[in-house]
């Protein structure tokens, strides 16, 4: 069970990106899928979720209405899209996996078993 995350880079505010959470050895339809974000000194928080099953989302406050998360299952990934970046979206991107993830719990890292190796993203002009 892998999960590769890619796709961060270095933006001016404003700008977009649009970070991959790649899965291989299962199928990521299957299961949650979070976006995570730690800038430095700062704690692991959540950034948006896709649940199995019915795909419902769930967005931090201080990212609704400017990202957007979606899966593909034919490519087994699940993206986020960014836009309108502001500087303090800048830290290190993870996306994490779980079969069993309860609606109240879809933002917090400790719902998680598996996780990508994290991508970064600099918002700076």
């Known amino acids: 069970v892998q999960l590769q995350a890619s796709g961060g880079g270095s933006v001016q505010p404003g700008g977009s990106l649009r970070p991959s959470c790649a899965a291989s050895?299962?199928?990521?339809?299957?299961?949650?899928v979070g976006w995570f974000r730690q800038a430095p000194g700062k704690e692991r928080e959540g950034v948006s979720a896709i649940k199995n099953f019915d795909g419902s989302t769930f967005y931090a406050n201080s990212v609704r209405g400017r990202f957007t998360i979606s899966r593909d299952n034919a490519k087994n990934t699940v993206y986020l899209q960014m836009n309108s970046l502001k500087p303090e979206d800048t830290a290190v991107y993870y996306c994490?996996?779980?079969?069993?993830?309860?609606?109240?719990?879809?933002?917090?890292?400790?719902?998680?078993?598996?996780w990508g190796q994290g991508t970064l993203v600099t918002v700076s002009s």
């Open positions: 050895g299962f199928t990521l339809d299957g299961y949650a």
């Open positions: 994490a996996a779980d079969q069993g993830v309860i609606t109240s719990a879809t933002m917090r890292p400790q719902s998680y078993d598996y």
